[in-house]
């Protein structure tokens, strides 16, 4: 069925429909979450909020083909949240975390590049991961955080810039390591 | 500006949107030229396309460990907050997971290490018990005796699913109430609604009126025979079609209880 149809079925109090919705957003919208907040558990508590406000308000949704965009705002307002409160609460003691939040299933150099995207400063990362992980495009996500769309073009150019230079160190990094070994080796 | 005018400075800050396809025409036919004569330019683009084709798919490359929980309806207001969404594993939640997990993406599937590939074999070997099952239910379902019956004036097909019929009476008392209750609801009568609801439902369609109020014309495409829940009151499910769902795939469940020698309905969810 097509997502605009859930959602008009979600906006009239079909919790089936909605449960449908959460199953196709779940991954993208815990990913964009993990990518801004860099926190697995900060990433687990923004997405659940963002469902949760989303069932919650999704009949105050106007255009129903509008309910990823709609989403997404709602989590990047969880996700400032999450670091408002992370860097207003001061940890005692590490926690060891009983088991893992999420299961990475893509390929290995994923997990490099994840890294890279979230040493970006917190502009850039928040347009990466709408435009790549939420799959939006450069208009919505200006309206999204309330900047020019131009705006959002520069951070995105300047972004990828830097994403591309980092992911060619780490190749010639992983490149060079047979070599040193050779040299320890011998 | 011209295939003469386009540089490679022009080129790079344009090659984001070219390859997201959201170019106009002259815009894209212009990158084209570019990168077929430019050979810095055209080695950039290959690395740009590589790097946000692996973004896309990094965006889907984490699958939370539990899914996120959809609150109750009388909950919609007490959100649950902080850790809570790892301790709360639905029956529904697996229908959702294996339907989004690694299964429904071989090529992951196929590169998983162990654990992973020991529990995908798993929910193979749950989905194929299911779909078994599933199999056995739809059987047993077009085994059961339909049956025209007139409601309210209308002819509408009527299942035996009760286990322990119930007097006719009250059956059709019941039938008669669902059905006139759904009616108000697409003829929007808001007093009729009222009246055939209990005070809970009542302050439940105040407060969200449009879960309850539906637009244009509805057909009754099927209704079960009434049966007793286990708190004393009674289900009945109404499979409807009307303007937005043309495709009998949406249901009402009602739950009535009796009150003083009437019955009300207590709830009318939608299903689908």
């Known amino acids: 069925m097509e997502e605009h149809k859930l959602v008009r079925r979600a906006m009239r109090g079909d919790r089936e429909a909605f449960s449908a919705l959460v199953g196709l957003h779940q991954r993208s919208v815990y990913g964009a979450a993990y990518g801004i907040t860099r926190s697995e558990w900060d990433a687990a508590d923004a997405a659940q909020e963002t469902f949760a406000e989303a069932f919650d308000k999704i009949g105050t949704l106007r255009d129903p083909r509008r309910f990823r965009a709609w989403v997404s705002r709602i989590l990047v307002n969880k996700c400032n949240e999450a670091y408002r409160r992370s860097k207003s609460t001061i940890s005692m003691a590490e926690v060891p975390e009983p088991r893992a939040v999420h299961e990475f299933v893509g390929p290995e150099e994923g997990l490099d590049l994840m890294a890279a995207v979230q040493m970006l400063d917190d502009d850039h990362r928040t347009v990466v991961v709408l435009r790549y992980f939420r799959d939006m495009k450069v208009d919505d996500i200006a309206e999204v955080l309330g900047c020019p769309a131009g705006t959002v073009k520069s951070r995105l150019n300047r972004a990828l810039a830097k994403l591309n230079a980092g992911m060619r160190q780490q190749e010639g990094g992983r490149e060079r390591e047979p070599a040193v070994y050779l040299e320890v080796a011998r | ?272």
């Open chain 2, 1 to 272: 500006m011209s295939r003469e005018t386009m540089n490679c400075d022009n080129c790079r800050v344009l090659l984001e949107p070219y390859i997201g396809g959201d170019l106009d025409d002259t815009q894209e036919r212009e990158v084209a030229w570019h990168l077929a004569s430019c050979d810095e330019c055209a080695a950039g683009h290959a690395d740009m396309r590589r790097l946000t084709a692996d973004l896309r798919l990094l965006g889907d490359s984490y699958v939370p460990g539990s899914t996120f929980v959809v609150p109750s309806a009388s909950a919609r207001s007490r959100v649950p907050s902080g850790r809570l969404w790892q301790s709360v594993a639905a029956a529904a939640a697996v229908v959702a997971v294996v339907s989004t997990s690694a299964l429904s993406i071989p090529a992951f599937a196929e590169q998983l290490p162990l654990p992973i590939s020991r529990e995908v074999a798993e929910l193979r070997q749950e989905r194929d018990a299911l779909e078994r099952r599933t199999g056995e239910l739809t059987d047993q379902v077009e085994r059961l005796e339909v049956r025209l019956k007139n409601i309210g004036g209308v002819q509408v097909p009527v299942v035996d699913t009760a286990p322990e019929p119930l007097p006719a009476e009250t059956n059709d008392a019941i039938q008669r109430l669902a059905m006139d209750f759904i009616k108000a609801q697409y003829s929007r009568d808001t007093d009729a609604l009222r009246r055939m609801a209990t005070d809970g439902l009542v302050s439940r369609m105040d407060e969200r009126p449009s879960d309850y109020l539906r637009q244009g014309s509805v057909v009754f495409a099927q209704m079960t025979d009434v049966s007793r829940a286990e708190d004393g009151g009674y289900l009945v499910f109404v499979r409807l079609t009307d303007d937005e769902f043309n495709d009998s795939s949406y249901q009402q469940n009602l739950t009535i209880i009796e009150s003083d020698g009437a019955f009300l309905v207590d709830s009318a969810d939608m299903d689908a």
